[in-house]
């Protein structure tokens, strides 16, 4: 594994109360991702963060927020949890951008909204 | 919940065949692939990279082969284990753009 943890692993929650996500990587990579996995949907990303305080939108960002103050921390916000964010989220990191940019996943949290 | 397995179109092979997954990837400008490995309940694992500029590369037990002009892509695993079973999916990426991960397809290796 590349380093990458990712808290919790397993969450079940209730609809419209707000969840955090943590990614936490060891590896002092500058680019880190938050995907989602759904059956029948390839990885789709959420945001992205290119450094400390930089981050950006992907391709499914609504619901969604994130923060990151420290380089090995990407924090993952669903602001009022709703049924269809129910899905298994996985955290990336890479060291570059461009070609050659090779993402390494975490291990994922499974999130159950009821 | 349910696995992401679940609707994939599924490879069956015999312990000790080659395998060969396909994938068609969307960009014709595309200059980046990958090929990742997920097994159940796990994050997806990087196995093997190809750039635009190279029609194959080859790792340890597999090679990717890249065809530009029908936008296809194809891992070969040679001498498939059991330890192989897992889904297969590859991700395309073009300049500074963000990666597309195709759906995948499930490789079941029976002994």
């Known amino acids: 594994d590349a380093g990458i943890t990712q808290s919790p692993r397993h969450k079940v929650t209730e609809t419209g109360t707000p969840v955090t996500l943590r990614c936490h990587q060891t590896?002092?990579?500058?680019?880190m991702y938050w995907y989602r996995q759904d059956p029948g949907h390839g990885l789709r990303l959420i945001h992205y963060?290119?450094?400390?305080?930089?981050?950006d939108k992907g391709e499914v960002s609504d619901g969604y927020s994130v923060s990151r103050s420290k380089t090995e921390d990407f924090l993952l916000t669903l602001e009022s949890a709703t049924s269809s964010q129910t899905s298994v989220y996985f955290c990336?990191?890479?060291?570059?951008?461009?070609?050659?940019?090779?993402?390494?996943f975490g291990p994922g949290t499974r999130l159950l909204v009821l | 919940g349910e696995s992401v397995g679940l609707h994939l179109p599924t490879l069956s092979v015999q312990e000790g065949d080659n395998s060969i997954i396909n994938c068609a990837y969307s960009?014709?400008?595309?200059?980046?692939f990958i090929w990742y490995k997920q097994e159940s309940g796990k994050g997806p694992q990087f196995i093997i990279d190809?750039?635009?500029?190279?029609d194959k590369r080859q790792g340890q037990r597999v090679t990717v082969l890249l065809n530009k002009t029908v936008k296809h892509l194809s891992l070969q695993i040679a001498a498939t284990q059991p330890g192989d079973s897992a889904v297969y999916f590859c991700?395309?990426?073009?300049?500074?753009?963000?990666?597309?991960f195709g759906k995948g397809t499930m490789l079941l290796v029976s002994p």
């Open positions: 990336a990191i890479s060291d570059r951008q461009g070609q050659g940019e090779t993402q390494y």
């Open positions: 590896e002092n990579h500058r680019y």
């Open positions: 963060s290119y450094g400390v305080k930089d981050t």
């Open positions: 960009n014709s400008a595309s200059d980046y």
């Open positions: 190809i750039r635009s500029n190279m």
């Open positions: 991700a395309e990426k073009l300049g500074y753009s963000t990666l597309t």
